[in-house]
């Protein structure tokens, strides 16, 4: 358990970058900040090293980003309420599309394809959209240059007045800004109860 704003926070199951609340009583932006970079700064860094697997080809990346499966064999939290079977129809019309690790060139445009997959497939929202785009963009070495707003992210987003599909970073307070995109975004999700 911990706390901030004299909020209880109590702790989710799981081990990934995005699943751990604050675990100091500060009440300062500058030091939820602080103590993200500190418990979460090398996070995405791990993460890369299962989801941007170069030992995969991109079929096999396709896969594991889409099916959501993490080193442990278990389906990332994220995805549970989604879902195998709708994940697999996911990964069935990304492969259908044909398309090749070498069409993407910006994170963007890898965004954009995998909205185009995931919106007409029913529980298919918006954070499988970012969370299989930000895994084959470890593949493929490509990142957010905007923070996407989705879920925990746009509630977190909403304490500034922002609002939208996606923000720059200069919608966000300084402190905020010393982050990179990646990191805004998880920062957000996981601090939106303390802002």
């Keep these: 358990m911990s706390s901030c704003k004299g909020k209880t926070l109590a ?20 030091d939820w900040v602080e103590e993200y970079l500190k418990d979460y700064g090398n996070c995405y860094q791990k993460e890369a090293k299962w989801w941007g697997d170069k030992t995969l080809d991109w079929d096999r990346a396709l896969e594991r980003a889409w099916l959501s499966q993490c080193p442990n064999g278990k389906m990332h939290p994220h995805q549970c309420n989604v879902g195998y079977a709708k994940l697999a129809e996911g990964l069935k019309v990304a492969q259908s599309d044909n398309i090749q690790a070498d069409y993407f060139q910006t994170f963007e445009q890898l965004f954009n394809w995998v909205k185009s997959v995931t919106g007409p497939i029913c529980r298919l929202g918006k954070m499988t959209t970012y969370d ?9 070495d490509l990142y957010p240059t905007v923070v996407y707003l989705h879920r925990g992210t746009a509630e977190g987003a909403k304490k500034f007045n922002v609002k939208g599909e996606t923000a720059p970073l200069s919608a966000f307070p300084p402190e905020i800004q010393k982050l990179e995109p990646i990191h805004a975004e998880n920062f957000l999700c996981i601090y939106k109860d303390c802002l």
């Excluded at 970058?17 to 675990?23: A, L, M, V, Y």
């Excluded at 299989?132 to 493929?140: A, D, E, F, K, T």
Aim: net charge positive.
């Design 11 to 30: 702790k989710p199951a799981g081990n990934s970058c995005d699943r751990r609340p604050p675990q100091s009583k500060e009440n300062t932006l500058a």
């Design 132 to 140: 299989v785009s930000l895994r084959l963009g470890m593949w493929l």
